[in-house]
């Protein structure tokens, strides 16, 4: 599935490379948007709560939802940043989704795809998005390199999602100042969260560590703020929720435990 996902997001890449311009002037002229690593730290595990319709491992989520309320939703139940899952073709996302859910909330917003071109970085930013997204497996690590120096210059945050030792390595080579780790593997779609367990510990304690997938109510926060995380992504269960603030509520209290400084 990663590499379908990823073939089509630098499809849709090729669209843009007649607007490298246009895009250039629409980050030169694009409004400060709020910090994302800043909004993950604190003295609990934060949520970075995910607008998510559907899934290839669960199919439909919640077909309906609309992106703006789900964010306003999202941030009257405690959310620290918003992940917005843009992707069309198997998360029945949009980019229009970003640009509702900034209209409707102030929170940090990661712009969630299969990123895999350095205009790509420009478009998300020119959205209003604070991060995006980029998966170590996908990318070769010079090609990391690029796209999260690209960011920078954009003046836009990265997530960079690993799911072992050499894709950590990768993400500290390209200056990552936040690392999630992803217990579901994206080639068999099974959830382990021992992946994170595993990981999270090893991520330098002044790097952000965010534990991803698989995580449903309070137990997997509580394993999560164990391993050392700062945050956790949570999209299905809050998405399905017939009350997502509540069901934010419900995780959004359990105190950080930070990690150990791994010795070099």
């Given at each position: 599935?990663?590499?379908?996902?990823?073939?089509a997001?630098?499809?849709?890449?090729?669209?843009?490379?007649?607007?490298?311009?246009?895009?250039?002037?629409?980050?030169?002229?694009?409004?400060?948007?709020?910090?994302?690593?800043?909004?993950?730290?604190?003295?609990?595990?934060?949520?970075?709560?995910?607008?998510?319709?559907?899934?290839?491992?669960?199919?439909?989520?919640?077909?309906?939802?609309?992106?703006?309320?789900?964010?306003?939703?999202?941030?009257?139940?405690?959310?620290?940043?918003?992940?917005?899952?843009?992707?069309?073709?198997?998360?029945?996302?949009?980019?229009?989704?970003?640009?509702?859910?900034?209209?409707?909330?102030?929170?940090?917003?990661?712009?969630?795809?299969?990123?895999?071109?350095?205009?790509?970085?420009?478009?998300?930013r020119?959205?209003?998005?604070?991060?995006?997204?980029?998966?170590?497996?996908?990318?070769?690590?010079?090609?990391?390199?690029?796209?999260?120096?690209?960011?920078?210059?954009?003046?836009?945050?990265?997530?960079?999602?690993?799911?072992?030792?050499?894709e950590?390595?990768?993400?500290?080579?390209?200056?990552?100042?936040?690392?999630?780790?992803n217990?579901?593997?994206?080639?068999?779609?099974?959830?382990?969260?021992?992946?994170?367990?595993?990981?999270?510990?090893?991520?330098?304690?002044?790097?952000?560590?965010?534990f991803?997938?698989?995580?449903?109510?309070?137990?997997?926060?509580e394993?999560?703020?164990?391993?050392?995380?700062?945050?956790?992504?949570?999209?299905?269960?809050?998405?399905?929720?017939?009350?997502?603030?509540?069901?934010?509520?419900?995780?959004?209290?359990?105190?950080?435990?930070?990690?150990?400084?791994?010795?070099?």
């Open positions: 599935m990663l590499r379908e996902l990823s073939d997001s630098a499809g849709r890449a090729e669209s843009l490379h007649g607007r490298r311009a246009e895009l250039e002037r629409a980050v030169a002229d694009a409004p400060i948007v709020p910090g994302f690593a800043a909004a993950l730290r604190g003295t609990r595990v934060t949520v970075i709560a995910e607008v998510k319709r559907r899934s290839p491992s669960k199919g439909d989520i919640a077909p309906g939802l609309s992106a703006g309320a789900q964010s306003a939703a999202y941030a009257a139940g405690g959310a620290a940043a918003l992940s917005i899952l843009t992707e069309p073709l198997r998360f029945g996302g949009s980019d229009a989704d970003v640009a509702e859910a900034r209209a409707a909330t102030a929170l940090p917003i990661l712009k969630k795809d299969f990123h895999v071109a350095p205009l790509q970085m420009l478009e998300a020119a959205l209003g998005a604070s991060a995006a997204l980029l998966i170590a497996r996908a990318l070769a690590p010079a090609a990391l390199v690029e796209l999260a120096r690209t960011a920078r210059d954009a003046g836009l945050e990265t997530l960079v999602e690993i799911r072992d030792e050499r950590l390595e990768a993400a500290l080579l390209a200056e990552a100042t936040v690392i999630g780790v217990n579901r593997n994206l080639e068999t779609l099974v959830i382990d969260l021992a992946t994170g367990e595993r990981l999270v510990p090893l991520i330098p304690a002044d790097r952000v560590a965010v991803e997938s698989g995580v449903y109510g309070p137990a997997e926060v394993q999560a703020a164990a391993a050392g995380a700062d945050a956790v992504l949570v999209g299905s269960s809050l998405s399905a929720a017939a009350d997502p603030a509540a069901a934010l509520r419900a995780i959004a209290g359990i105190a950080r435990r930070g990690r150990v400084a791994v010795a070099a």
